[in-house]
């Protein structure tokens, strides 16, 4: 039995949530999402506990057991306290700037790059720190994602765009001097 799948998904209050014909949606203070459901799996909601069963032993069945049950662990906890990114820009002359719903980034290119922040996600900019938050945790991950690539860290000084909770591998550079 799967570790994961086998334990029941806690509601809190204020959150509802609905099973129908392979669609589950989850409401809450900060919003609604809603996910199709495969067949493998099926959804119930007892009391103020869902729990996530699969039909056989299938090793596909297996799979989508935790996953699923771990696709509406955060979708509850999304719509009732929100997930939250920070990023580091890192870098002399690397700076961001958020204007209505564009974040404006200088990163060492001979243009700035604007990024379109997507709708239902928030972005915030303070000095160095760009925090992205939202309810959706697999949005909230894509836009960072996203926009960590624009500049990567490097490897020597460290410059670019990482993840707040990041450590980055450095390395040393020339080791040969002059002669």
Do not use: W
């Amino acid at each position: 039995m799967s570790r994961i799948g086998k334990l029941p998904v806690a509601i809190p209050a204020g959150v509802k949530v609905d099973v129908t014909d392979g669609l589950i949606t989850v409401t809450g203070p900060k919003g609604t999402l809603t996910q199709p459901v495969r067949k493998e799996v099926s959804i119930a909601v007892e009391g103020n506990e869902v729990i996530v069963t699969r039909h056989d032993d299938e090793k596909e069945s297996r799979s989508y057991h935790g996953l699923y049950r771990q696709l509406v662990n955060n979708m509850v906890t999304g719509v009732s306290q929100g997930f939250s990114k920070t990023l580091l820009v890192n870098g002399v002359g690397y700076r961001a700037e958020l204007k209505d719903k564009i974040l404006t980034l200088a990163l060492g290119y001979s243009t700035q790059i604007d990024y379109i922040v997507p709708e239902g996600i928030q972005a915030a900019v303070d000095g160095n720190k760009i925090t992205i938050s939202g309810i959706s945790k697999e949005r909230v991950g894509q836009v960072c994602a996203e926009i960590r690539s624009l500049r990567g860290p490097e490897p020597y000084k460290g410059k670019g765009i990482k993840y707040e909770t990041e450590t980055i591998r450095r390395k040393v550079g020339k080791s040969g001097g002059k002669k």
